[in-house]
């Protein structure tokens, strides 16, 4: 089984990725299910109108799309009414974007959306890379304040970040690195450092990277049988309760 851990569908500003289009490349590329955000616009606002997009992508798939729900918690109240929302619609996961929603990660804002998520059996989705307030450390220490949660270091810190991301992982054992764009998350699996096994989800963080490069990236880092497959989908899959 391979899962694809994160994928933007719509209008983004910088690219576009149409469903049927995501389906044919998982198809042509044996990616079982993947994952689904909605773009970036409905992460700060008309954060219905994205769960409603998402959830409507997952339920006509066939099983192959599973979706992320979104709430700015700017919000308040209505924000866990929105993810109660999403729940029933069938969301699978949280999605927060510290940049894109204004959110310090550490000053308990969004702390209700994350106890909704760890309360619902969700994984937390944490985008990465942009300073002040995306910072991998930044979400090991919010990890490390819910510990039956689960978290995914989105994009590994990268860019200019990732040098952090062994030492978040290291200093929260709920939290898990995304095997896009960035070579670390792969290279601690391959030298089996203590801990860090079963520790990486595979992400292809289309359409803003190529699925094919990434997905290269992890069948072409020289893992173990066992390990490759955890990469691939057994982690996140048990996550996700597939």
Known sequence: ?????????????????????????????????????????????????????????????????????????????????????ARDLGARALKLDPALQGLDLLDGSADPLVAFAVEAGWPVYVRTGTPPHSLPLQVALLASRFPGGRFILGKSGATDFSHDGPSALAFAGNLYADSAHVEWPTALVRGDAPGFGGRVVFTTDAPFASPSVELARVTGAGLEEAAGEAVLGGTLGGLLGL
């Open 1 to 85: 089984m391979v899962v694809d851990g994160h994928v933007t569908i719509g209008a983004s500003r910088d690219a576009t990725l149409e469903v049927e289009d995501l389906l044919r490349a998982m198809e042509r590329l044996g990616i079982d299910h993947a994952l689904v955000s909605p773009p970036e616009r409905h992460l700060p606002v008309r954060n219905r109108e994205g769960n409603e997009l998402v959830a409507g992508a997952a339920g006509s798939s066939g099983g192959r799309l599973l979706a992320y729900a979104v709430a700015t918690p700017w919000l308040g109240p209505e924000a866990l009414e929105e993810l109660e929302r």
